[in-house]
């Protein structure tokens, strides 16, 4: 086969086999490099010694009319044998062979195909060290735990925010399971009514009973609860302008447990009201009311 030289143009016959599946050579004219590849379809060259020339051919034709001696043959076709030769030979610098002392340099060796084995020992490796790299992923129930967890900040706040609604919306719920804390949310603000009841429309009048002084108080008490509830004691507080209480007495609803949604009326009276009082107060009897006597 005929290779050429890129940059110089120099020629180079070589057998088919010494570039194997291609590989990269040095032109030894110009020392240029680059890569030959062996042709696709090389098909081994044609030996025409022995075949007949086209003059030969209308010399048999011609040996079918008259018979002319061998010598007179050869000397007849011999200057077209040396014409033929000087047509088909370019005008091509020597060519070094490949065993001479300046042959076509190799500079590489093709590339060889990884073997099968080796290429899936490589893709199992590299599987290995993704898995490595990267531990299995959690399932998406532990993902958002895992990202709270890399955010501290974050997951304060957020549990911070929810706390602050169960606590408002629930209040009524968590005031009745710990009554304590009714203080806190009537200092912010917020009372709660633990008991579920409501005391509403109170009016209080001053009458003349047998020549002395009545002061009449009368009112209603509502269950907003979603259950019945027990009616317990009333406290009525007379409180003065500067808002000192000056007499305070107790008394009962009309009824002593009531329905949801139900309301029931009570009534007191107290005879010879102070006279420094102003208004009249009225809560349920709390647990430290009774460490006092009312009067």
């Known amino acids: ?43 081994p060259p044609v030996e025409t010694e022995g075949l007949p020339r086209p003059g030969e051919m209308l010399a048999a034709r011609d040996d079918q009319r008259s018979v002319e001696p061998r010598q007179a043959d050869e000397a007849e076709w011999a200057p077209a044998t040396d014409e033929f030769e000087r047509e088909t030979s370019p005008d091509l610098p020597p060519i070094a062979g490949f065993d001479e002392v300046d042959p076509l340099d190799v500079i590489g060796e093709a590339p060889a195909e990884p073997e099968p084995n080796a290429l899936a020992g490589r893709r199992r490796r590299g599987a290995r060290q993704l898995r490595a790299a990267r531990p299995g992923a959690p399932p998406r129930s532990r993902a958002l735990a895992s990202a ?46 633990v008991r579920g009841l409501e005391i509403s429309d109170v009016r209080s009048v001053e009458e003349m009973e047998e020549g002395a002084p009545m002061l009449l108080v009368t009112g209603a008490i509502a269950n907003v609860a979603q259950a019945p509830r027990d009616v317990p004691r009333l406290r009525l507080a007379v409180v003065a302008d500067d808002g000192r209480e000056v007499y305070s007495w107790t008394t009962v609803a009309g009824r002593t447990k009531i329905g949801v949604g139900e309301t029931t009326q009570f009534k007191a009276r107290l005879a010879s009201p102070p006279a420094e009082g102003r208004r009249i107060v009225v809560r349920f009897l709390a647990r430290q009311d009774l460490a006092t006597h009312p009067r």
């Open 1 to 43: 086969m005929l290779i050429v030289c890129p940059a110089c143009s120099a020629s180079y016959r070589l057998a088919p086999q010494a570039l194997g599946a291609g590989r990269k050579v040095r032109c030894a004219r110009c020392r240029t490099e680059w890569y030959a590849d062996a042709p696709l379809n090389a098909k």
């Open 148 to 193: 709270v967890a890399e955010r501290p900040a974050v997951a304060v706040a957020t549990l911070g925010v929810a706390a602050v609604f169960v606590a408002i919306l629930m209040r009524a719920d968590l005031v009745e399971a710990a009554p304590s804390l009714a203080s806190l949310y009537a200092g912010i603000g917020m009372p709660v009514n």
